[in-house]
């Protein structure tokens, strides 16, 4: 497991009250879930949830046309990572004008938001040794529960954050609890369509907490692409759409072609109407406290009569049978 490392030019004992830039949703979800929500000066780009973080001053922007396909931004990343170009940039006039005592940031995916190295340059070129690098690199839920603390204790509101994280565990074991004695069909979390690709990192915890038994995704391990071809051999039961970063409307854009591939049309869970679409930018593939809503939603969709009645979803949230 990889260990979460804190980093900056030089550590000293942050303010009472630090004012905080975080460069990634999940982190400025964590950091609102602990009661950091005001002091959070600057977010990324993507930050969009909660309600409150939106109209914050944003420190980041993309290279990467997010609005379009699957296979297209595919080849986006690929094209830009090829030619030794940064996906995404810091807003660094802004993040010199806001002066943040802790940044919060991620090692874990080069594809998902700005670089560490890219954020310890920055630092170090234009505030010196005047605040805090905390560098989140969660590999499975217990990483993300401590990623709680790790930013509580960075902010002076360590012991909050610890009450938050056993709240969040609790509400998981209690899932667990209630799934452990139901059928464990075989579940596909697909996190990316074109190329298809499986979740990994904590997504298989997610599964065996929600009632299924995970195929394809390496716990613990980054997410692999993998082929249609390897799908239909798995055999699953239960598919889960879940591509980062996308919202529901766009993943069900392109689901009907996901539906005429030859070996996605020979899965069990196609023949039995079990392909089930979950809001990918929301869910799943946010190292933060939604993980814990996203395991609920696995359980709602996997075992449906069993918590039908019991764990409410939106059409944003959730779709069954999303082609019809």
Same mark, same amino acid.
């Given at each position: 497991?990889?260990?979460?490392?804190?980093?900056?030019?030089?550590?000293?004992?942050?303010?009472?009250?630090?004012?905080?830039?975080?460069?990634?949703?999940?982190?400025?979800?964590?950091?609102?879930?602990?009661?950091?929500?005001?002091?959070?000066?600057?977010?990324?780009?993507?930050?969009?949830?909660?309600?409150? $973080? +939106?109209?914050?001053?944003?420190?980041?922007?993309?290279?990467?046309? +997010?609005?379009?396909?699957?296979?297209?931004?595919?080849?986006?990343?690929?094209?830009?990572?090829?030619?030794?170009?940064?996906?995404?940039?810091?807003?660094?006039?802004?993040?010199?004008?806001?002066?943040?005592?802790?940044?919060?940031?991620?090692?874990? &995916?080069?594809? &998902?938001?700005?670089?560490?190295?890219? =954020?310890?340059?920055?630092?170090?070129?234009?505030?010196?040794?005047?605040?805090?690098?905390?560098?989140?690199?969660?590999?499975?839920?217990?990483?993300?529960?401590?990623?709680?603390?790790?930013?509580?204790? $960075?902010?002076?509101?360590?012991?909050?954050?610890?009450?938050?994280?056993?709240?969040?565990?609790?509400?998981?074991?209690?899932?667990?609890?209630?799934?452990?004695?139901?059928?464990?069909?075989?579940?596909?979390?697909?996190?990316?369509?074109?190329?298809?690709?499986?979740?990994?990192?904590?997504?298989?915890?997610?599964?065996?907490?929600?009632?299924?038994?995970?195929?394809?995704?390496?716990?613990?391990?980054?997410?692999?692409?993998?082929?249609?071809?390897?799908?239909?051999?798995?055999?699953?039961?239960?598919?889960?759409?879940?591509?980062?970063?996308?919202?529901?409307?766009?993943?069900?854009?392109?689901?009907?072609?996901?539906?005429?591939?030859?070996?996605?049309?020979?899965?069990?869970?196609?023949?039995?109407?079990?392909?089930?679409?979950?809001?990918?930018?929301?869910?799943?593939?946010?190292?933060?406290?939604?993980?814990?809503?996203?395991?609920?939603?696995?359980?709602?969709?996997?075992?449906?009569?069993?918590?039908?009645?019991?764990?409410?979803?939106?059409?944003?949230?959730?779709?069954?049978?999303? =082609?019809?």
């Amino acid at each position: 497991m990889t260990s979460p490392r804190m980093t900056s030019p030089r550590m000293t004992s942050p303010r009472t009250s630090p004012r905080i830039a975080s460069l990634l949703p999940s982190a400025t979800e964590i950091c609102f879930a602990i009661g950091l929500g005001d002091q959070v000066v600057g977010v990324s780009h993507e930050c969009d949830f909660p309600a409150g $973080a +939106s109209g914050r001053p944003v420190l980041t922007r993309s290279s990467i046309d +997010s609005k379009a396909s699957s296979s297209e931004i595919d080849h986006q990343v690929k094209q830009l990572l090829t030619e030794g170009l940064s996906l995404y940039d810091i807003e660094e006039d802004t993040l010199r004008e806001l002066a943040p005592d802790v940044i919060v940031t991620q090692a874990t &995916c080069e594809v &998902c938001a700005v670089s560490l190295s890219d =954020v310890e340059a920055a630092t170090c070129r234009l505030l010196g040794s005047e605040a805090h690098i905390v560098s989140l690199e969660p590999m499975g839920l217990d990483d993300v529960i401590e990623d709680h603390l790790r930013v509580g204790r $960075a902010a002076g509101v360590e012991e909050h954050a610890r009450q938050v994280g056993a709240d969040l565990r609790r509400r998981l074991d209690a899932l667990a609890a209630r799934t452990a004695d139901l059928e464990r069909p075989r579940v596909l979390v697909l996190e990316w369509l074109d190329p298809p690709m499986v979740g990994g990192h904590w997504t298989p915890e997610l599964i065996r907490i929600a009632g299924g038994e995970p195929v394809l995704g390496h716990h613990q391990q980054p997410t692999q692409a993998t082929t249609w071809e390897a799908i239909a051999a798995a055999e699953p039961e239960v598919v889960l759409v879940a591509p980062c970063g996308f919202r529901m409307e766009q993943s069900l854009r392109e689901l009907p072609a996901v539906f005429e591939d030859p070996d996605f049309q020979r899965l069990p869970a196609v023949a039995s109407h079990r392909v089930v679409a979950i809001d990918g930018n929301a869910y799943f593939n946010r190292p933060g406290p939604r993980l814990v809503r996203s395991a609920e939603l696995a359980a709602l969709a996997i075992h449906p009569q069993a918590f039908g009645h019991e764990i409410e979803a939106s059409a944003d949230e959730l779709r069954f049978d999303p =082609v019809g």
